[in-house]
């Protein structure tokens, strides 16, 4: 039986599925034949051929001369370090490609040229953290979020290092969650509360909107789905008129949500 999780495992570090069924199986087996090979990972013969042919090209197998011709397999351990290897090379190069393509061309900034409309924006909720981390770094001077869980908001999703930077150029950011007492205990949310620029509050009933407005001239907003509770979708606005509805309802629960003790 070929374990699944470090087929995806992998997978995930460049092989297709039938390379990393094949290479797997053959650590398993130690040593073998091609049909030894295709019989334990469950592919065609002829596939196994070609297959362990690619495998030698990647150096992960070895190909003993004999007759029939066997196989042997690098050790799993030596072969998720060498696909690894190959991965950060890979992702090197790319970013030495993307810098350069980048040079190369001038590409229009479409959000430049929407400044000063008034937009819509769907996020999906793929690209929500990337869309959030861009918006707080663009800040000046306020924050206003409601988020169901502060430890979600400050220390998840690589948004620490953004957060942090935002209170440390000065902007005041206020938080409605959830109570929550025990992640206030986080070593990130301690370091995030000494600041004096970051006030938290909480509520004492779900939260079904999060949301965060910006500067008091965008809001990035999410509502709970009623069927399966999530947030599948968020919208990014800069319309006067939602960002001041957004406005009075942040005030309001604000005025209502109550204090930590230990603040």
Not at 57 to 65: D, F, H, M, R, T
Not at 152 to 165: N, S, V
Not at 202 to 211: A, D, F, K
Request: aromatic share 8%; glycine share 4%; with cysteine.
């Amino acid at each position: 039986m070929i374990d699944d999780e470090i087929i995806q495992l992998i997978e995930a570090l460049g092989l297709n599925y039938c390379e990393a069924k094949v290479y797997c199986a053959l650590v398993k087996l130690g040593e073998a034949s091609a049909k030894e090979i295709s019989q334990m990972a469950h592919v065609a013969r002829s596939d196994s051929y070609r297959l362990l042919t690619t495998l030698c090209k990647k150096g992960l197998v070895e190909k003993i001369i004999g007759t029939p011709n066997r196989f042997k397999a690098a050790p799993i351990q030596e072969g998720l370090q060498f696909l690894l290897e190959k991965s950060k090379q890979k992702n090197l190069e790319l970013q030495t490609k993307i810098k350069s393509v980048l040079n190369k061309n001038r590409f229009t900034n479409n959000e430049s040229l929407l400044k000063d409309e008034t937009n819509f924006i769907m996020v999906p909720e793929s690209a929500f953290v990337r869309k959030a981390k861009k918006v707080l770094d663009n800040n000046t001077s306020t924050v206003d979020i409601i988020a169901s869980r502060i430890g979600a908001t400050i220390a998840a999703f690589d948004m620490y290092e953004t957060f942090m930077k935002a209170l440390e150029r000065g902007v005041k950011i206020r938080i409605i969650n959830e109570e929550l007492e025990r992640e206030l205990k986080a070593p990130k949310i301690l370091q995030a509360l000494r600041s004096p620029n970051l006030k938290l509050k909480y509520v004492r009933y779900p939260l079904r909107v999060e949301l965060g407005i910006h500067d008091d001239k965008a809001v990035l907003a999410c509502c709970e789905t009623i069927k399966n509770k999530t947030f599948p979708c968020s919208i990014w606005t800069n319309n006067p008129c939602f960002v001041t509805v957004f406005r009075d309802y942040f005030e309001k629960i604000w005025k209502q949500a109550l204090e930590y003790k230990n603040q």
